[in-house]
């Protein structure tokens, strides 16, 4: 595709309820990350992977959350038991360096209720 | 670690007058610096970046940044602006150095542009 894809655009979950958030990546894009932005704040980082290893989860705020991306291509953010708490916008970007620039995706907006 | 502070949070400007978001970084090491722009429900989109080289960085849509090392900033100008560059603005600051870097952005709290005719 011509960028970076994420779905669903827009998802309500009730408490308790587990979701899971698609990002694709623009071809080719060897670095993928997951940044969480909240109502009125920057983005915040959460996860990184180079093709499909998983180098760096520090930004991930609980064990609840878990992300993967077993092909290097296609990746999923999973939430398990959503609380309120994680009502934000989850954005995707892909880059083919460090140094190059990161292209995002349009979002995904969990509202949990 | 590195943090960034963006020292406004709205910037109301009239339409063709300049205009400049300040940023300003801290970090332990060098860094690359970057301003993205968020239009409503979208995700962001790159303005300009500065990674090595001239500390006066021009970018899309006539703005410009100027690095500056001593003061650890980087404003974001533009010298005339329009309505159509109402938006949400984030400096954002990434480790430049080391194997182990990974390319992830900090980012501020966000500038909201407000151009008015």
């Known amino acids: 595709g011509a960028g970076v894809s994420q779905s669903p655009r827009y998802k309500v979950a009730k408490r308790g309820q587990d979701v899971a958030l698609r990002c694709d990546p623009i071809s080719g894009h060897v670095s993928l990350f997951w940044y969480q932005q909240a109502l009125g704040q920057g983005p915040e980082f959460l996860t990184y992977f180079q093709n499909e290893a998983q180098l760096d989860k520090s930004g991930l705020p609980s064990d609840r959350f878990f992300a993967e991306r077993p092909e290097g291509s296609v990746s999923t953010l999973k939430i398990q038991r959503t609380q309120q708490e994680d009502s934000a916008v989850y954005l995707c970007?892909?880059?083919?360096?460090?140094?190059?620039?990161?292209?995002f995706g349009q979002g995904t907006r969990l509202t949990v209720v | 670690a590195q943090s960034v502070t963006q020292l406004d949070s709205q910037v109301p400007v009239f339409e063709e007058a300049p205009v400049e978001l300040r940023c300003n970084y801290s970090?332990?090491?060098?860094?690359?610096l970057f301003w993205y722009v968020q239009y409503p429900n979208q995700g962001l989109q790159l303005l300009l970046k500065?990674?090595?080289?001239?500390?006066l960085v021009k970018g899309i849509n006539g703005f410009e940044a100027e690095f500056n090392k001593s003061q650890t900033s980087f404003h974001l100008r533009k010298p005339s602006v329009h309505i159509s560059d109402t938006a949400e603005y984030f400096c954002a600051v990434s480790d430049r150095g080391g194997s182990s870097n990974t390319g992830k952005l900090i980012f501020g709290q966000g500038t909201t542009l407000q151009v008015k005719p």
């Open positions: 970090s332990s090491v060098s860094v690359y």
């Open positions: 500065y990674l090595s080289g001239s500390t």
């Open positions: 970007a892909s880059s083919t360096t460090r140094e190059t620039e990161a292209f």
